[in-house]
C-alpha cells in the first residue's frame, strides 16, 4: 500500500496539465475562429459555454488527482481485519473519444482531461460537421500532447466506421441516440464497455409564469442546438399567452428586434439541418418567430403554441431554436404525458412548491427553476438513462468512468489457525467458524481494531476449537 502511494504521489508529474491549458489560451483566437465559421458563435458564448468548463476540469485535475489515484480503503470483515484491502483505480488502456458538433471543443477535451489523468492513451474523432474545429484540433493538439499518445483522426462516416471496427479498452460517444446504438453495436464486437452521452426531449413545466428569461437563455443559446436544452414547455392554459409575452420580453432584450443581426445568436450547423428543424414546424402555430434564411442557415427564435402530443415536432429531439408549448390541465397530466416519452437527458420545473421537484419521472439529471445549471456543476455526475445514454462524467466522476477499480487484497502470513474453516476436510463446525468470520465486519469506530485484534487471538486459540460458545 506505501509503495501505491508513492505512486500516486508521482502522478503529479506524470500528468502534465499544461500543456492543454497553454493550448485553449495561446490558441483561443483560433479556436474562436473555427467557432465563428462553424455555428456563427462570438468570443464570449465560446468562453462561456466551452473554454472555461475544460478549464475548470484541468485544474479540479491538478488539485485532486492525487486523492482520486490513491488506494481507497474499503471496510473489512473478521477474516480480513489484519490484510491490507483496498480498491486501485488503473488505466483501461486505450478510449476512443467521438466528439460531437455542437460544442466541438468542449466534448473531445473535458472527456479527454479525464482519460490522460487515469493514465489512459486516447484517440480523438471530431465531428465531421463542424469541420473548421475539426480540422484545427487535427493540427493543434500534436503540438501540445504526445502524438504517439493522443492522435486525433477526422473524417466523416467511412473513417468513423472504420474506428469502430478496432479494439479499444472504452469508448466515449456524445451525439444522438440513433448513431449511440450503433456504436454500442460495434463497441459490442469486442466487448468494449461504452459511455454514452445522448440526448432526447427535455420537458420543461411551469406551474406558475416565474422566470421566463432563465429558459429563454436556456433554449435558444448556440441556437438551440444543446442535448439539455428545454425541449418543450408544459404549462396550464392559463397562462399560455403570458408565458409567450414574457419570452418576446427576453428576446427583445437578449437579441434586440433583429437577431439575425446580433452577435449573441448564432447559426444552425449546416443546410440538411436547418431544413430539418424548419419542417418541424409545418403543422404549429407560430406565436413568436418563425423567419428564416437557408443562404446563412438562419432560424429566429421561434416559439410554437398549442401544439399537440401527435404533431411531428413531438416525436424527435429539436436540436433547434423552436419552442413548442403544451397545455396541461394539472401535474399529473404532464407527468403523463413525459411519461410516454423516452427518459431525457434532463428535466425542468418551474414552481414555487418545492414538493413538485420529487414528482417528477427518471432522468439524466434534473434542474428546478433554472435550465442548463446543473451541468456546470463539476461535482455532480452528467449523464443519461435509458434512451438518453450511459455512464457519466465531469470531475472526478470522468476519471471514476475511465478507469478500472481493481480490487486489492494483500494477505497477512499471520494467524493461518483461522483459515483451516475453509480447508478440507469442511465439517459442521468449520463451516460455522468461516461464517462468523466472513459475517461479521469491523466498525469504522475508533478502537475497533485492538478489539478485532483481540477477538482474534481469542478464537484462534485452541480453545475456541473445543466449544462453540461464540456462535
Known amino acids: 500500500v506505501q509503495m501505491e502511494k508513492q505512486v500516486v504521489d508521482g502522478l503529479r508529474e506524470v500528468f502534465h496539465t499544461e500543456p492543454l491549458h497553454r493550448l485553449i489560451t495561446e490558441r483561443q483566437a483560433d479556436i ?18 466551452e473554454l472555461i468548463s475544460i478549464e475548470n476540469d484541468i485544474k479540479l485535475v491538478e488539485s485532486d488527482m492525487a486523492d482520486w489515484a490513491a488506494p481507497r480503503p474499503v471496510k473489512k470483515n473478521l477474516n480480513s481485519t489484519l490484510d491490507d484491502v483496498y480498491i486501485k483505480p488503473k488505466p483501461l488502456g486505450v478510449v476512443l473519444i467521438i466528439g460531437t458538433w455542437n460544442y466541438s471543443w468542449a466534448m473531445i477535451l473535458q472527456p479527454l482531461v479525464g482519460a490522460i489523468a487515469v493514465g489512459n492513451a486516447a484517440v480523438l474523432k471530431p465531428s465531421e460537421l463542424s469541420e473548421h474545429s475539426a480540422r484545427l484540433m487535427k493540427e493543434l493538439l500534436p503540438l501540445y500532447l504526445d502524438k504517439e499518445m493522443y492522435q486525433v483522426v477526422t473524417g466523416r462516416v467511412l473513417e468513423t466506421q472504420e474506428l469502430l471496427k478496432q479494439r479499444f479498452d472504452h469508448i466515449f460517444y456524445t451525439g444522438s441516440s440513433t448513431v449511440g446504438k450503433l456504436v454500442m453495436e460495434a463497441a459490442a464486437r469486442h466487448l468494449t464497455p461504452v459511455t454514452l452521452e445522448l440526448g432526447g426531449k427535455s ?27 428545454p425541449d418543450y414547455i408544459l404549462c396550464e392554459p392559463s397562462i399560455q399567452d403570458r408565458i409567450v409575452e414574457e419570452i418576446q420580453k427576453t428576446l427583445l432584450e437578449f437579441y434586440h428586434k433583429d437577431p439575425k443581426s446580433s452577435p449573441d445568436y448564432c447559426r444552425i450547423i449546416n443546410t440538411r439541418h436547418f431544413d430539418r428543424v424548419l419542417a418541424l414546424m409545418n ?6 418567430g418563425g423567419e428564416s434564411d437557408r443562404s446563412q442557415c438562419y432560424i429566429a427564435p421561434t416559439v410554437l403554441k398549442n401544439v399537440l402530443p401527435h404533431f411531428k415536432i413531438m416525436q424527435e429531439e429539436i436540436f433547434g431554436p423552436l419552442l ?128 478485532a485484534l483481540g477477538v482474534l487471538f481469542e478464537l484462534a486459540s485452541p480453545v475456541w476449537l473445543s466449544t462453540s460458545r461464540y456462535l
Not at 409564469?209 to 442546438?225: E, P, V
Not at 403543422?283 to 413568436?288: D, F, K, P, R
Open 203 to 229: 420537458p420543461c413545466y411551469i406551474s406558475k409564469c416565474l422566470y421566463i428569461r432563465r429558459i429563454t437563455w436556456g433554449k435558444f443559446a448556440n441556437c438551440g442546438q444543446m442535448c439539455i436544452a
Open 32 to 49: 474562436e475562429q473555427a467557432l465563428k465559421q462553424d455555428l456563427n458563435r462570438n468570443t464570449y458564448n465560446t468562453s462561456l459555454f
Open 324 to 451: 413548442p408549448i403544451i397545455t396541461v390541465n394539472d401535474l399529473s397530466e404532464a407527468i403523463h404525458l413525459i411519461n410516454a416519452r423516452e427518459k431525457p437527458l434532463a428535466r425542468y420545473v418551474f414552481s414555487s412548491d418545492k414538493t413538485v421537484f420529487f414528482s417528477l419521472p427518471v432522468s439524466g439529471g434534473v434542474t428546478v427553476n433554472y435550465v442548463l445549471m446543473h451541468y456546470t456543476v463539476d461535482t455532480l455526475p452528467f449523464g443519461g438513462v435509458g434512451n438518453s445514454g450511459m455512464g457519466r462524467y465531469h470531475g472526478r466522476h470522468t476519471f471514476d468512468q475511465l478507469s478500472h477499480h481493481r480490487a486489492c487484497l494483500i494477505k497477512s502470513f499471520a494467524m493461518e489457525s483461522l483459515n483451516d474453516a475453509r480447508y478440507p476436510p469442511l465439517t459442521a463446525a468449520r463451516l460455522r467458524k468461516a461464517k462468523f468470520f466472513m459475517q461479521h465486519r469491523l466498525c469504522s469506530c475508533s478502537g475497533s481494531a485492538p478489539l
Open 283 to 288: 403543422e404549429c402555430t407560430i406565436a413568436l
